[in-house]
């Protein structure tokens, strides 16, 4: 499996060392996330979460055993009634050959629109200072989103495990955009 850097990350290398995304976001896979966040249908996660694990023992994949998630706003939290990101963190756990986890709570200092409704560059202008852990966290971190479009909230996320003294943050999404 061959990794890329897009010419963003190139340029300036990211606070994550590397994203775990085996799916595109696109086509069936994008129908399922967004029925699972916008239509209260979060059982559909499921299968996508079933071929992550799939495609973690078949690549022979080793994850950090520190977990945490990325938080939801409280608007969408009180909308759609869960977090997506702890579903997915969840279903992961129960595979035998993830199981073993320690949760690192990140939250939210402010709330800010979702990221699906901003720009691009709005989504850049998103700071590692909107999340913290009060938590003295591992060397070693595993980040849990659904989806990984700009790597922005990626980015600030990592920067933040970073500053609470994770020394590499790995990314695994449900999938990333082709952008």
């Not at 590397?18 to 249908?41: D, H, M, S, T, V």
Request: proline residues 4%; positive net charge.
């Amino acid at each position: 499996m061959t990794v890329t850097l897009c010419g963003e990350c190139q340029q300036t290398l990211p606070s994550f060392d590397r994203i775990i995304a085996p799916l595109r976001y696109e086509g069936l896979c994008r129908g399922l996330i967004r029925k699972a966040k916008f239509e209260n249908q979060p059982h559909l996660l499921r299968p996508l979460v079933t071929f992550i694990i799939d495609h973690l023992i078949e690549h022979d994949i080793a994850l950090p055993t520190a977990w945490c998630v990325v938080p939801t706003s409280q608007q969408s939290l009180s909308e759609r009634g869960y977090c997506q990101t702890t579903l997915i963190a969840d279903l992961l756990s129960k595979a035998p050959t993830l199981a073993s986890m320690q949760r690192i709570v990140l939250k939210r200092r402010l709330e800010v629109s979702a990221q699906h409704t901003r720009s691009k560059a709005e989504r850049h202008s998103l700071s590692h200072r909107l999340f913290y852990t009060e938590e003295r966290v591992p060397e070693q971190v595993l980040l849990i989103d659904d989806v990984v479009t700009t790597g922005s909230t990626a980015e600030a996320c990592a920067k933040a495990l970073r500053l609470a003294g994770a020394k590499r943050v790995t990314v695994l999404a449900l999938a990333r955009t082709s952008e």
